[in-house]
């Protein structure tokens, strides 16, 4: 049985109050038999309060980026050791926003990955094509393309780590893909990861980013390859999150 999960990217939003608020309203409306891993993924800076806040709840905490280097003299970057101070099991890497607005290239996504890897933490990679690509029949390409950076360190990397399918015509728009278009993704994802390892593919989580709303999500997650969701804009409101969580059965 794959394991099920719904993370909240809060990106670079709210301050203090907003994110206290935010929290304590989650905590209230969060079912208790939850029947998938909850994760939030908060700006850094507000990590060290999460970790104690939440450190006897069902919702586990993440980062939104990290340095692939464990200490040295990389100015305003954070490792993978840091984080695990503040109970971060899980790190975004591969995010299109990163991968975009700051350059990233697939060989320092890979570097990332695999550094939160050997620290023992669970990397959350996002891959996905532009408007333009899928356009241009690329999706397939590009995807493989992304993945196979990723395994050129290390072909069964993908234990102990999860794909995030977001296709960044998706993300903040307010259009998502549909189900079949989704399914037919995740199916080919999932085929891709199988030739290196089907025991790796069996397992991987590969869940489904890009405008997921309280509306959207249940038709999403029925589909046999979406194992959850990595929701942005609704996962900054409280009662939306968890109606999102909610969909997960
Ligand atoms: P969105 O963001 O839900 O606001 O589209 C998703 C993401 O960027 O992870």
Known sequence: MRKKLIAGNWKMNGRITFVQQLVQTLLVLLPDDLQSHCLLLPPAIYLPFLSTYLSNSSITLGAQNVYPQAAGAFTGELSAPMLQDYSCSYVLVGHSERRHLFAESEKFVADKFHHVKEHDMIPLLCIGETLKEREQGLTEEILTQQILAITEKDR???????????????????????PDQVQE???????????FSSDDANVLPIIYGGS??????????????VDGGLVGGASLNAQQFVDIVKCIN
């Open 156 to 178: 069964h990397c993908f234990k102990n780590a999860v794909i995030a399918y977001e296709p960044v015509w998706a993300i903040g728009t307010g259009k998502t893909a549909s």
């Open 185 to 195: 993704v995740h199916s080919f994802i999932r085929a891709l990861v199988s030739s």
């Open 212 to 225: 997921v709303n309280e509306n959207n999500a249940a038709a999403l997650f029925s589909m046999p390859d």
